[in-house]
């Protein structure tokens, strides 16, 4: 039996919510999407939530409506999923690479802090991403983007429910950005939502959202129609009650993980900085050498994993074209070091323990 990388967690309570929406023949955004919103809003902590169709509009829209356009430079890692630096790109913006720590594989703040010193005035916004679940360091980001008065989005699209220092990531940014594809730690199918505590860049949203009318075919600027829809939403409220478990059964996965593969020489496993309580959307170990073989076995062995990401986003070639040859050693290590076991919350224990063991034979048999 193939174990894969992931699997939502559903049953019958999101069929039971997808019926109803079905049988009470209101599809679109309606009634559930207002609740889902609310939800998921107070969950996070943020005054203002706005649900998108995925996790790259909801991003799209964060940029736009905080006003960035044509030529903006914004700052982000180039160590993340394409939509980061995509959404940037869909404004007519530029990004602006920022070198990763290779420990967390998120934004190393001193990088950071050489761009701003360099080139500061210039920069419209700096989009984090909470990679792998595990929470950027807020505290040196944001003191660093009040000093150069630089409003931060947040990409948590791996992320829902981290905490940074016993605050969710999600709510501490001038707006954020989740995805509920059915890959990450919560699903609605195809979804995302944008969350914000300024009332104005909340209200800007929604109406970019929906082709920019506040009131039904009155346009005042051009929009999108990007909204979420109430089946989407009804299976969204379900999978939030779930969460803190699905998290919880996340980290005592890669607990497992650790005490069992952290003293293997050969592999690096993920570090949690004190400041974190990550929620492990990948278990992400780190090969100095034979990642590809140990990847070729997991092939042959059926187990699931993942490469994120195989090209750091300044070798793509679209991305490439526009920003040019720049260096960023610690992308380019990670992303030819990295692979990502299984960890989601429906795995069972034996299943761990066969993961764990075909890691260490491979350790033992297949440096030679
Ligand atoms: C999944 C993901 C997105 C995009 O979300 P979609 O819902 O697939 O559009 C953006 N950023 C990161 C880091 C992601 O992992």
Do not use: W
Not at 13 to 22: I, S
Not at 49 to 56: D, E, F, K, R, V
Not at 70 to 93: E, H, L, R, W, Y
Request: glycine residues 6%; hydrophobic residues 35%.
């Amino acid at each position: 039996m193939k174990i894969p990388i992931s699997k939502p967690n559903l049953d019958e309570e999101e069929k039971n919510a997808v019926q109803a929406v079905l049988d009470s023949g209101f599809l679109a955004q309606g009634k559930r999407v207002a609740k889902f919103e609310e939800d998921f809003g107070r969950y996070i902590g943020a005054k203002q939530a706005i649900a998108t169709s995925n996790g790259t509009t909801a991003l799209f829209i964060a940029l736009k409506a905080i006003g960035i356009s044509q030529n903006d430079k914004v700052v982000t890692t180039p160590f993340t999923f394409v939509a980061s630096a995509s959404s940037i790109m869909q404004c007519g913006a530029i990004p602006i690479f920022c070198d990763i720590d290779p420990q967390t594989f998120n934004i190393d703040p001193d990088a950071l802090e050489r761009i701003l010193k360099k080139d500061g005035s210039s920069i419209k916004a700096i989009l984090i991403v909470h990679l792998y679940g595990l929470p950027c360091p807020m505290d040196e980001i944001m003191s660093l983007a009040n000093q150069y008065s630089i409003p931060v989005i947040e990409d948590c699209a791996q992320a829902h429910g981290a905490e940074y220092r016993g605050k969710k990531v999600g709510s501490f940014g001038k707006a954020s950005a989740f995805s509920f594809y059915p890959t990450k730690n919560m699903t609605t199918g195809e979804g995302g939502m944008i969350l914000t505590n300024d009332e104005e860049l909340g209200k800007k949203c929604r109406m970019l959202i929906n082709h920019g009318s506040k009131k039904r075919y009155y346009h005042e600027f051009l929009g999108y129609n990007f909204r979420m829809t109430d089946i989407a939403a009804a299976i969204g409220s379900v999978q939030l009650k779930k969460l803190d478990d699905s998290n919880q059964r996340r980290r005592a996965n890669a607990n497992f993980y650790n005490h069992e593969l952290s003293s293997i020489p050969k592999i690096e496993t993920p570090v949690v900085p004190d400041y974190a309580l990550p929620v492990f959307h990948q278990y992400t170990i780190k090969l100095k050498q034979h990642r590809d073989d140990l990847a070729s076995f997991f092939d042959q062995k059926e187990i699931g994993y993942g490469i994120y990401y195989p090209v750091p986003l300044h070798q793509q070639k679209f991305i490439h074209q526009i920003v040019g040859n720049g260096n960023y050693p610690m992308a380019d290590s990670c992303s030819r070091e990295v692979l990502s076991i299984p960890v989601h919350p429906l795995l069972k224990k034996e299943e761990l323990e066969h993961v764990v063991d075909l890691i260490k034979y491979f350790c033992q048999e297949g440096f030679n």
